[in-house]
């Protein structure tokens, strides 16, 4: 991946226009659609068909996320209505090699998630098999909560395992990202952020979007330039 990218979460959007908040987003490199069970997590959100017809109606791509128990059933459902890219949870897949391959061979990106107290060492012999990690940064399950940074030594553990690795797996947080802690994230090597409250819940969601994303460039160019020192 060459850049990064700002996913921004239509959880926080208004609901009752959901067409006019994914035009306010077209700044962004995919809208992130949270979905959930009331099983897995704590909260019920949409499930395909309501996110099929959104898409079709979406000006850029989707990276849905999954918060839902019997992911090797349901995530393939959402490779199939086209959305670019599906991230389950480890905890609720039975078979996530087999599921990650069945979302790449239906043409999404396979991705996959792990919540706070989920170690990520279990994962690190599948990482070819995955095209995006996610690190949650807050319990999945709603929107506007705290940064957590004590996922950070994980997230930092898991850039340095797909750089060795030499797979090309996106690294994406989600929660609680916002001009305070992206630079943080950024640093400990994520590269696409997920943001629900810190760009819906400004006046202007594109200048959040871009607020944000100098932010993280400017934060992974002083990594890497402390990183790179002789
Ligand atoms: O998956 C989730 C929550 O479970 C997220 O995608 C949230 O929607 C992010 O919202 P903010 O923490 O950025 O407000
Ligand atoms: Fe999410």
């Not at 128990?69 to 199939?80: G, S, V």
């Not at 994520?190 to 993280?216: C, H, K, Q, T």
Request: proline letters at 7%.
């Amino acid at each position: 991946m060459s850049h990064l990218h700002i996913n921004p979460s239509i959880l926080s959007a208004d609901f009752s226009r959901l067409g006019d908040e994914l035009r306010a987003i077209t700044d962004a490199d995919a809208a992130h659609i949270d979905v959930m069970d009331n099983h897995f997590v704590p909260n019920l959100t949409w499930g395909p068909p309501v996110v099929e017809r959104l898409h079709e109606i979406s000006p850029i791509p989707f990276d849905v996320h999954l918060m839902i128990e019997d992911a090797d059933r349901w995530a393939p459902r959402y490779a199939e209505i086209g959305c670019e890219s599906v991230t389950f949870h480890a905890e609720a897949a039975i078979a996530p090699i087999k599921l990650a391959r069945e979302l790449r061979a239906q043409g999404s990106r396979a991705g996959m998630a792990l919540r706070p107290a989920t170690p990520v060492e279990p994962y690190l012999d599948m990482l070819e098999e995955l095209d995006l990690l996610l690190i949650m940064t807050v319990e999945p399950g709603f929107g506007g909560q705290k940064f957590l940074d004590l996922t950070l030594p994980k997230l930092r553990r898991a850039a340095e395992a797909v750089r060795g690795s030499g797979a090309s797996v996106a690294l994406q947080v989600d929660g609680g990202v916002s001009e305070e802690t992206i630079g943080r994230a950024a640093e400990a090597g994520a590269n696409v952020f997920v943001a629900g409250s810190s760009v819906y819940g400004a006046d202007d969601p594109a200048a959040a979007i871009e607020g944000l994303r100098s932010v993280a460039e400017r934060a992974a160019e002083n990594s890497t330039r402390i990183t790179n020192m002789p």
